[in-house]
Structures are given as structure tokens and as C-alpha cells.
């Protein structure tokens, strides 16, 4: 039986079509509507049409697609709080060979944020043209195993968060994790704070 729209209020109908709009912009990949955002109407629109006629991804690939997004927003977040340098970069700063730089990267003598494959090399590490002492001493500690990209990852991502330091006062100081690691003081508040986001899944 055929439904008659006269009985049925605007507000009714509009909001019937945004719900089957928004399953089928479910169905519409990323970049699709990335683009058709950024497009004037009704060109957005006719984007979103043509794309929602395109064969669907299999579950197995949009999971993967989602966490290539993943990691690149996470490499844009560590950039944005802390300069990376490119292997070449950090070669020069401590006047080492490649395969030396490689060789202290597998013993945990420095940390390293890897990304499609490419290695990133957090400043904040140096100082002086040298290692800071707390890096090795902290990989150690955390129990991070040098070899497991995500794990090095992780350790990087954590150490360019925010943290409340206790300072003289009665109130904390939120400072980035990094600054802390040229006080041996403080390796205890790091590796609680570690162990804390390890036990919350991040």
C-alpha cells in the first residue's frame, strides 16, 4: 500500500532522507567524500552519486585503508610537537656512519618513529651532538623491545604527550613528556605514566 505524503509532516519526510542519506554516505569511501566537501553544489552531490555506485570494499580493506589514515595522523600529531630527522640528518648530527645508526637503533641506544617504512628521528633526543642518557635507560626500563615498530612508535608518541609536573607551587605545570628526560628524577613519573596508558590501551 502506497504511502500517502500529504499525511505526513515536512519534518517526517526530511528526517526519513537524512537517515537513508547517512547510510548511504556510510557506503561512500573516504577520499570520496573528502573531495565532495570541498566541492560547490550540486557538484558534491553528483561526486557522491557516482562514488555510491562504485563497488563496495571488502571489510578486510576499508579496515586496512582506516589504518593507513591511522598512522598518518599519528606521524602528523608527533611532527607537529617535536622536529623528526631524516636518517641522513641524524647521521651528521652525531657524526656516525649508517650502519652505526643502525646498529643503535636495534640495542635501543636511540628511539626512532618508523612510517611506511621510512625512519624518523626525534630531536629531542640530542643534545650536545649526543644521545641523551635517559633514552636507553628509559627503552630499558619501559621494557620496550628496540625492534617492534609499533612499539617504538608508541614509546615516541608517548613521550611527545602532555604531562602535569609537579612544580614548586601548589599547582602542576603541564609540560611535553620529552622535557623531563634530562632530569633522572623524573624516570620514575615516566615510567608510571607508561605503564598506566599500557595498562588502558592507550
Known amino acids: 500500500m502506497s504511502v500517502n505524503t500529504a499525511e505526513i509532516s515536512r519534518e517526517t519526510l526530511v528526517e526519513e532522507l537524512v537517515r ?75 657524526g656516525i656512519s649508517r650502519e652505526t645508526l643502525s646498529q643503535w637503533v636495534k640495542a635501543g641506544r636511540i628511539v626512532v618513529y618508523t612510517n611506511n617504512g621510512r625512519k624518523h628521528y626525534p630531536a629531542f633526543q640530542f643534545r650536545n651532538n649526543r644521545v641523551l642518557p635517559a633514552i636507553p635507560r628509559l627503552i630499558s626500563e619501559l621494557g620496550v623491545d ?30 611535553r613528556r620529552f622535557t623531563l628526560l634530562d632530569d633522572p628524577a623524573t624516570d620514575a613519573l615516566l615510567k608510571k605514566d607508561w605503564d598506566s596508558e599500557i595498562e588502558t590501551g592507550l
Open 20 to 94: 537513508r542519506y547517512r547510510v548511504f554516505l556510510n557506503r561512500v569511501p573516504m577520499p570520496a567524500l573528502e573531495k565532495a566537501l570541498v566541492l560547490a553544489h550540486p557538484d558534491g552531490l553528483i561526486e557522491l552519486a557516482k562514488a555510491g555506485e562504485e563497488e563496495p570494499l571488502s571489510i578486510e580493506t576499508r579496515n586496512q585503508l582506516v589504518m593507513a589514515r591511522m598512522r598518518g595522523k599519528a606521524l602528523e600529531r608527533v611532527q607537529g610537537r617535536c622536529d623528526l630527522l631524516k636518517s641522513s640528518q641524524a647521521i651528521e648530527l652525531l
Open 146 to 175: 628496540p625492534q617492534d615498530i609499533e612499539a617504538m612508535n608508541m614509546l615516541v608518541q608517548h613521550l611527545v604527550d602532555d604531562v602535569a609536573c609537579p612544580s614548586s607551587g601548589e599547582s602542576s605545570e603541564v609540560v
